[in-house]
């Protein structure tokens, strides 16, 4: 069975995390920050990070569905151990922004 809309699973720790960015954790994270959470959510220019506070709180918002005793440093273990942690998360809660051509199978990069 596929993930549903907006959740992902990583391992860290040795452990196994399913995080999810529903709509519930956006409005929370919107409120909190404002706009400035659309610059994560939107590529960032080349040479310049993301804003990282809002990409922390992103992480531990998600978390907290399914694993509300996690704190703060289990954000920094899931994604020194996943690479690409933060893209996917993105992609599975925005599948529109997949490429349109599904015969090539790619994702525009989320971040």
């Known amino acids: ?17 399913r ?3 529903g709509m519930s954790v956006l409005a929370d994270l919107q409120e909190q920050f ?10 960032a220019p080349t040479g310049k990070l993301p804003n990282l506070k809002v990409m922390h709180a992103i992480f531990l918002a ?8 996690a704190d ?5 273990d899931i994604i020194s ?7 996917d998360l993105l992609s599975s809660a925005f599948p529109a922004m997949e490429d349109a051509d599904e015969g090539e199978g ?6």
């Open 1 to 17: 069975m596929a993930n549903p809309t907006g959740e992902v699973k990583l391992k860290a720790r040795g452990l196994d995390y």
């Open 19 to 21: 995080l999810h960015l």
């Open 34 to 43: 404002g706009d400035k959470i659309d610059e994560v959510l939107s590529p």
């Open 62 to 69: 998600a978390l907290q569905r399914y694993h509300p005793e």
């Open 72 to 76: 703060r440093w289990v954000v920094d």
């Open 81 to 87: 151990e996943n690479q690409n942690a933060f893209a």
């Open 106 to 111: 790619k994702k525009k990069a989320a971040a």
